[in-house]
Every structure is written in C-alpha cells, then in structure tokens.
C-alpha cells in the first residue's frame, strides 16, 4: 500500500479546474490544501497533487526537492492516516497540497505537518458530510 502510482495523481485539467473552483480548502502550513469529492469512476480512493510556487522558489532544485519530501511523506502516511476513511465516501476525493512555506524544511518536519494536514482533512471530509 505504500506505492505512489500514477492512477493517484490528479492530472485531469477538467478535474483541476472544477478543484479550484468549487473545491473547499483550508490552511496548515507550509501547506494549503484545497479538495473536494466529485462522482467519477476510480479506482484508488483519492487523486492529489502536489505544487509548489515557482514565484517563492526560483530554482527548479528546490521545487523539485519540496515536491520530493512532500511526496514521499504523503507516500508513507496515506494508507494509515487517509484511505482508510475514505472508503464511506461516494465518490473520489481529489485535492491539491500547494507548499507555500518560505524556505526548504527538512523531511522530518514536513512529515509531521502531512500528518496534521491529512487529519484535518479527513476531519474536514466528516463535517463537510454530515452538512
């Protein structure tokens, strides 16, 4: 379970689009993590993607290492933390974890902050559904 397959990335720029526009979000930085569930066949429960600003990180480097350590530690606690409350929903759930922290963390932090982060959205999720 701890792969990272291509069916798990959000790359549909319709699904994209409809994520940012109609999508809820909220903050726990360094990350913004905006989603939503749409009724589309899958087969993984959630599609993400991962972003980081070209604007606050001019090199490629250091977008390229963000985006590695937010990955990886995704990776490794999705399985615990996220799917296995995503199995009642209806749908798929995709959603967008931007950085938008100052500087370049290193991997044990940012695998704190991911676990906050996917709480608050599996929390999110539960008090979006009983609304």
């Known amino acids: ?3 990272f397959n ?3 990335r959000l ?3 319709k699904l994209l689009d409809l994520l940012f526009k109609d999508g809820s979000s909220f ?6 993590i905006s989603y939503m569930v ?3 066949p899958h087969s993984f429960p959630a599609q993400v993607v991962i972003n980081v600003s070209k604007k606050r990180f001019k090199k490629a480097t250091d977008r390229n290492l963000i ?4 990955r990886e530690a995704y990776r490794l606690l999705k399985g615990g933390l996220l799917y296995p409350h995503l199995s009642s929903l209806p749908g798929l759930m995709i959603f967008s974890l931007q950085f938008i ?3 370049k963390y290193e991997f044990d932090f940012m695998e704190k902050k991911m676990a906050l982060a996917l709480k608050k959205l599996q929390e999110s999720l539960v008090k979006d559904e009983n609304h």
């Open 1 to 3: 379970m701890n792969t």
């Open 6 to 8: 291509k069916e798990e």
């Open 11 to 13: 790359c549909s720029r």
């Open 27 to 32: 903050l726990l930085y360094p990350f913004r």
């Open 38 to 40: 749409v009724d589309v």
């Open 67 to 70: 985006k590695r350590r937010s």
């Open 101 to 103: 922290g100052k500087k």
